[in-house]
Each structure stands twice: as structure tokens, then as C-alpha cells.
């Protein structure tokens, strides 16, 4: 079946750091990526779509100077978590969506869990 | 928002049918029902979708209303493995925002021995 990683699966950052989180797909090619947050006993929440090639649509109330998202290949979305701070902390994940396939099932990465100090 | 209601916790004998219930009463005529689930501290998995006829796969069943509004999945045995938050989602079955995935607050079927 399809897989997406991502990498780190866990991270600690000082306050006012930047992060990196790496999702990629591994065995199909996605145009479109998704980044979701969850919080704590939470669901997940839509941050942003990120399109292959092109800007990302980042949903209401969410800063794109502050989550930065690169979408560079097919089987690579980035998202930069700039000058964290301890209420950044969360468990982010992404999906991907086959771009051979017609329907919308998306394929989600095992999370990242960041915390902020 | 989500577009669904779902009772926000189940319990289920181990190698009994599992029944999560669904509410949608606002979909519409070209919007598809999903189902994901979520173990704790993984990403989401998809189980099952539909749009109108009853599905089913190696996973699950996927019972859907005759007027849509209300559908059910159906895990035949569960076993403690499928203890796991289950989501109910309705959306369009292509690209572009109105085919996001909207997460509310799921269910919490808990499998006990």
C-alpha cells in the first residue's frame, strides 16, 4: 500500500528556533500534500494544502510567514515551523493524495511531535 | 465545521460486530462519506467511502441510508487492535478545497476483552 514517512518523528526546539518537518511519499506521486496539527485529546486541523510546484493555501487563522511550506517535487512537502514558541507545541502530520487515482483518499505520515521549550 | 455527528465513544466485545453510527443530514447530492481512523499517536488511516450503495471491503462495511443522511461502519469481529478514534467525514470525491478532509471529533471505540 502507499506510504508516506516523515521525518523527525519527535523533536525538541528552544524558543525561537526554526523546524524543519520532512513529509514524503514514498512509493506514489502527490500533487497535492496536506499539513494538519493536533493538540492534546484534540482532532486534527487542517493548516494548509500544499500543490506540487506552486504556494501553498493555508486555511483561516493560520500565519504562512510563520509555517512555511515547500511543496519542490512530487514526493517531498516541507513545513518550517519559524521562531517557535511553547504553544507551537503539537503533534503535526501530513497526508498525501495518489495523483493516479480519482477519488480522495489521503495516505497520512506517522506524525511529528514537536515541543517547544 | 465537520458535517457529521457521531456518539463520542463506543465499547465493543473483542470478536463481536462493531456498529459506528454516522449522522450527515446536511449532505449533498455529489458529497462521498469516508471513514479514517486514528490509533493513538499515529496518523489517520483510511478504512472505507461511499457515495449512496453499501460498501464493503477487507477492513469494514460501509452502510449508507437510502436518503443518505445517516450511514454506519461495520468492523464484523473487532479485535483490541482496532481500538482507535473512528471519523466520519463527508466531502466531494475531487481535488480542491471542497474536497478536504474536515475532522470533528470522532468516535472512541474502545474493544475490551
Known amino acids: 500500500g502507499a506510504v508516506v514517512s516523515q521525518h523527525p518523528s519527535w523533536v525538541i526546539c528552544k524558543s525561537g528556533t526554526s523546524v524543519k518537518i520532512e513529509c514524503r511519499s514514498l512509493?506514489?506521486?502527490?500533487?497535492?500534500m496536506f499539513w494538519y496539527r493536533q493538540f492534546p485529546k484534540q482532532s486534527l486541523m487542517l493548516m494548509a494544502t500544499s500543490n506540487e510546484g506552486s504556494k501553498a493555501t493555508y486555511e483561516q487563522g493560520v500565519e504562512k510567514d510563520k509555517f512555511l511550506i515547500n511543496h519542490a517535487s512530487l514526493t517531498l512537502s516541507t513545513l518550517t515551523v519559524t521562531s517557535a514558541h511553547p504553544e507551537d507545541s503539537s503533534f503535526y502530520i501530513c497526508?498525501?493524495?495518489?495523483?493516479?487515482?480519482?477519488?480522495?483518499?489521503?495516505?497520512f505520515g506517522p506524525g511529528t511531535r514537536l515541543t517547544v521549550l | 465545521d465537520a458535517k457529521t455527528t457521531q456518539p463520542p465513544s463506543m465499547d465493543c466485545a473483542e470478536g463481536r460486530a462493531a456498529n459506528l453510527p454516522c449522522n450527515h443530514s446536511?449532505?449533498?447530492?455529489?458529497?462521498?462519506v469516508y471513514w479514517y481512523r486514528q490509533i493513538h499517536s499515529q496518523g489517520p488511516q483510511y478504512i472505507i467511502h461511499g457515495l449512496k450503495n453499501n460498501e464493503t471491503n477487507e477492513m469494514a462495511s460501509l452502510i449508507i441510508t437510502e436518503d443518505r443522511k445517516s450511514s454506519t461502519l461495520i468492523l464484523p469481529h473487532a479485535t483490541l487492535r482496532d481500538t482507535a478514534v473512528y471519523y466520519c467525514i463527508v466531502t466531494l470525491n475531487y481535488g480542491g478545497s471542497q474536497g478536504n478532509l474536515i475532522f470533528g471529533k470522532g468516535t472512541k471505540l474502545s474493544v475490551k476483552p
Open positions: 446536511t449532505i449533498s447530492g455529489n458529497e462521498y
Open positions: 512509493d506514489f506521486q502527490a500533487t497535492t
Open positions: 497526508s498525501a493524495r495518489d495523483s493516479g487515482v480519482i477519488y480522495n483518499e489521503q495516505f
